[in-house]
């Protein structure tokens, strides 16, 4: 099992242009998050699904899209880069949605925005 | 406004001693709290579950408490080694049921030094 899978690790984008970062997990999950991480203000949510077809806002959903369309994989659209969202940006699954479902996190995407 | 806080000054112990980490929340009825472990450059990496009914936790040179009346957990490491110099973040569900998200604090720097 590869666990959760990011693309890119790395990324440099410029004002305005627009991406997506990629998630893909192999445990046949059904909860799938993403995060970003700036530092002393920890890891904030930004969006979140509980299975295909289904997502949510986290704390800080401005900017950003997402959708499920399969089990696997759960991309992150960046519309309009702002250097705002200078920031590395961690998926992370879990087997069952919020009950106790401990977090499985990929290795992370860094983000620079110019 | 709902908060989870750490400690943000890093936590410096000497090897051999047992290191406390603290974990604070407001407005928050968790029904269970998480902790992880985070190396630099790599996402966080669950360690131990504690539910609201549980005081105590124990997982090998580990242990977690809950108080929920303080709205506190406490987060221990008996016998210290360098390598366990890392980042320790807590994170308890906001929300409510099963689509409840996974909020995190902003983390404590743990420095082991031999």
């Known amino acids: 099992n590869a666990g959760v899978t990011q693309t890119p690790k790395f990324q440099v984008l410029k004002t305005g242009q627009s991406m997506t970062l990629q998630c893909a997990q192999d445990m046949n999950h059904e909860y799938m998050s993403w995060y970003r991480q700036d530092p002393g203000m920890g890891l904030r949510l930004i969006h979140y699904s509980v299975g295909a077809g289904i997502t949510d806002q986290g704390e800080v959903p401005n900017g950003y899209n997402v959708s499920r369309s399969t089990t696997e994989d759960f991309p992150l659209r960046l519309l309009s880069a702002a250097p705002s969202q200078t920031s590395v940006y961690f998926c992370?699954?879990?087997?069952?949605?919020?009950?106790?479902?401990?977090?499985?996190f990929g290795e992370g995407s860094r983000l620079t925005v110019l | 406004s709902q908060k989870i806080e750490q400690n943000s000054e890093a936590l410096n112990i000497q090897e051999g001693k047992t290191a406390t980490l603290t974990c604070n929340y407001t407005?928050?009825?968790?029904?269970?709290l998480q902790w992880y472990r985070q190396d630099p450059g790599r996402g966080p990496v669950f360690l131990l579950l504690?539910?609201?009914?549980?005081k105590e936790k124990r997982k090998e040179r580990l242990k977690v408490t809950f108080d929920t009346t303080l709205k506190q957990s406490l987060f221990h490491i008996t016998a210290s080694q360098p390598a366990d110099s890392a980042t320790y973040l807590c994170a308890l569900v906001g929300g409510s049921g099963n689509t409840g998200k996974l909020i995190f604090g902003q983390g404590t720097t743990l420095q082991v030094k031999p």
């Open positions: 407005n928050y009825s968790p029904a269970y």
């Open positions: 992370a699954s879990s087997y069952r949605s919020g009950s106790a479902g401990e977090l499985f």
């Open positions: 504690i539910r609201e009914n549980e």
